[in-house]
């Protein structure tokens, strides 16, 4: 805002400084402009003088020329206030009294100030308005970003009915409404696992006595008959039965469903989806040196989510950047059994072939990952994301390329 105010306040004084030079320049030319003028007619009227006599001019014709006067016999000539010009013509002096300001140009002046003047008022003006109306809003919204960073999620967004920023705000609010949601289900999930520990574990205590008892009992050689033995065996045995069943729980538990992932599935062009991944990625791909192509396609109506769909496609593109070797990068679209098939190829494959089957599972990371961080979870992600929109998603690997395919419902 500083670095916009000083461009505003030097604005303003080269406005007022073209205005005054504008000003002092015209006045300096017209004087000058004046001034010859007004030579030139007294001389024109000298000549008329010496050819027609004092008598015989016309004073009215001369523009800058007011009055002529003759030398009296008193040796002075009157209405000596005025501008006035000596001149000696046929041996007598006459006296030529004359204007100079050049006011014939001041109407034209007059114009021109009122020009720079209405210019001046609209910069300003477009100064003020972009000040007011786009920069101060802008500004106070600067610090939001970063509180939500911070993990300020309660943060108050003002009211604004801003056409420049109202679908920033909406953005922005939507974000931190989503943030707090997905914080309270984490907070919700971290408290649900910690109460089945607490839980699981106490009911683990009961049947680890019973067999740390039994153990011992057999250590020590307490049952002697074989009928006793045989039963001390099956109620060990019913215990690991309930232990196993306990850790069958906490299995079960960390398996269940722990992402929301809202999916708008509904009828889409296919050519939505490409031409937002075609938007960023030719320019970033383009950056960093890697061929990026996409084949030719009919447009054609798709079940999915546009949002939900580019995301698939762009977590499978940045894993080709991630895990390629920064040759190419490809989509192909083909049409199957009624389905449209999106495959995404890159070169350069590092992942073994055996754990290829594993790629979709959640938290798993190849062997090729150990220098790339990562949750493990993208490509799981995709998967649910397909299911939602009736889809499918698989990979294979050809050659020395990965290719990853997404399959989409054609309507």
């Known amino acids: 805002m500083r670095a916009f105010d000083k461009v505003y306040i030097i604005t303003v004084i080269l406005i007022i400084i073209l205005f005054a030079g504008f000003n002092i320049a015209m006045a300096d030319y017209n004087i000058s402009q004046g001034s010859r003028q007004y030579r030139v007619e007294i001389k024109r009227a000298a000549l008329e003088i010496e050819e027609k ?3 015989g001019i016309d004073i009215s014709k001369y523009k800058y020329i007011t009055n002529i006067q003759k030398y009296n016999n008193n040796g002075s000539f009157y209405n000596v206030n005025s501008d006035y010009y000596i001149c000696v013509i046929n041996g007598l002096l006459y006296r030529f009294d ?13 114009q021109a ?3 720079i003047i209405i210019m001046a008022a609209v910069v300003v003006a477009v100064f003020t308005f972009v000040r007011q109306k786009i920069l101060l809003p802008f500004e106070e919204l600067s610090e939001l970003p970063y509180e939500l960073s911070k993990g300020n999620l ?3 967004l003002k009211e604004n009915k801003n056409r420049y920023f109202g679908k920033f705000l909406w953005g922005l609010d939507l974000l931190r409404e989503n943030t707090m949601e997905q914080k309270q289900r984490e907070l919700k999930l971290q ?27 057999f250590l020590t050689n307490l049952y002697k008959d074989s009928a006793k033995q045989r039963e001390i065996a099956e109620k060990i045995n ?15 538990a960390s398996g269940e469903e722990y992402l929301s992932l809202d999916v708008n599935a509904d009828e889409i062009f296919l050519s939505s989806v490409i031409n937002k991944i075609a938007g960023y990625y030719n320019e970033k791909l383009g950056l960093v040196n890697i061929k990026f192509d ?65 790629i979709f599972d959640s938290f798993w990371r190849g062997s090729n990952a150990e220098s790339n ?14 299911h939602k929109m009736n889809g499918e998603i698989f990979a294979e690997i050809k050659g020395k390329d990965m290719v990853v395919t997404v399959v989409f419902q054609k309507i």
């Open 113 to 115: 100030d009122i020009i």
């Open 373 to 386: 961080k990562g949750s493990g979870l993208g490509l799981y992600i995709c998967r649910q994301l397909m």
């Open 154 to 156: 309660v943060i108050p």
């Open 191 to 217: 408290k649900d696992k910690n109460t089945l520990l607490l839980s699981i574990s106490h009911d683990i205590k009961t049947p680890l006595s019973a067999i740390k008892l039994y153990s011992k009992a």
């Open 98 to 110: 004359y204007i100079a300001d050049g006011s014939g140009n001041t109407g034209i002046i007059i």
């Open 238 to 252: 019913k215990k690991t039965d309930e232990i196993e069943k306990f850790v069958s729980q906490i299995a079960k």
């Open 294 to 358: 996409i084949g030719e396609y009919t447009d054609c109506l798709i079940y999915g989510d546009t949002s939900r769909a580019a995301e698939v496609v762009q977590n499978i593109i940045e894993n080709a950047i991630k895990y390629g070797d920064g040759d190419i990068i490809s989509i192909d679209i083909t049409e199957e059994d009624g389905c449209i098939l999106v495959a995404v190829r890159n070169s350069g494959n590092n992942l073994p072939e055996t754990e290829l089957p594993h």
């Open 53 to 55: 006599g004092y008598n």
